[in-house]
């Protein structure tokens, strides 16, 4: 079922004013999302479906929401919104195999450096264990920029099948919950000890929003430079947390 016949079933079962009134109030937030998600998304994934995905995840908010449990319906609905529209991209499966590839590749050689070396492996390190020339290795982690990391929860799937972020999204059970809070303490743990450069990259795009274009005037560097940081941040921080996806 395709985003948009979704909106369509979902939308019958509500009062019509209500409706309207919700989708007119809150319409520019979901174009923000969309258009914000955009950024880092290939270019095949179009902006309407976000947007028709987002109005779903808003329609899901309003029936769900809650308002003693403390946060606001905007915020409430924007975690929805955003949800909805990764539900959408992750169905389309569209990063190639060898992008998914590329990025275990990258993950398993940072991790055999750092086990071995005991410090953060540096970039000409990375390329030489995995015996590409500077610019190759570079080219690798500019591919995957877009096709990983939609948030911090997606470190623990490989691309092709899911992790345990995924299966505690779906289950309420205490064992997952406890795994859950569990991952996210050695999640904080494996930000905090990260190279200051990438970790405020990292700071600077999911906190701040930048998009990689003004991170690259923040920082003094090309955007190309800032997509590397991104992807290889990334890559860091699956090689550490590597133990969390065996599970």
Not at 13 to 20: G, I, L, S, T, V
Not at 172 to 192: K, M, T, V
Not at 230 to 235: K, M, T, V
Request: proline share 2%.
């Amino acid at each position: 079922m395709t985003a948009a016949t979704g909106l369509r079933m979902y939308t019958k079962a509500q009062p019509r004013d209500a409706q309207h009134q919700l989708i007119e109030r809150y319409a520019p937030l979901v174009k923000r999302i969309a258009y914000h998600l955009l950024g880092r998304l290939p270019a095949s994934v179009q902006v309407e479906d976000l947007i028709q995905a987002g109005m779903i995840g808003l329609l899901e908010a309003a029936k769900k929401y809650d308002s003693s449990k403390g946060a606001s319906f905007e915020t409430f609905a924007g975690i929805r919104i955003r949800g909805s529209m990764l539900d959408e991209v992750r169905k389309g499966d569209w990063a190639p195999r060898s992008v998914h590839r590329n990025s275990r590749m990258v993950s398993d050689a940072i991790r055999k450096i750092e086990a071995r070396t005991g410090r953060d492996a540096k970039d000409h390190e990375v390329a030489a264990e995995l015996q590409l020339s500077l610019e190759d290795y570079y080219g690798i982690l500019g591919d995957t920029l877009g096709s990983r990391l939609f948030s911090f929860d997606d470190l623990l799937q490989d691309g092709e099948h899911g992790g345990l972020a995924e299966d505690a999204e779906h289950s309420h059970s205490p064992a997952h919950e406890l795994e859950d809070q569990r991952f996210q303490g050695a999640l904080a743990d494996a930000i905090a000890n990260l190279p200051e450069r990438e970790k405020l990259v990292l700071s600077l795009y999911y906190d701040e929003e930048l998009n990689l274009k003004e991170i690259g005037e923040v920082l003094g560097v090309s955007e190309s430079r800032v997509s590397q940081l991104h992807s290889q941040c990334a890559a860091r921080l699956r090689a550490r947390l590597g133990e969390w996806r065996a599970h």
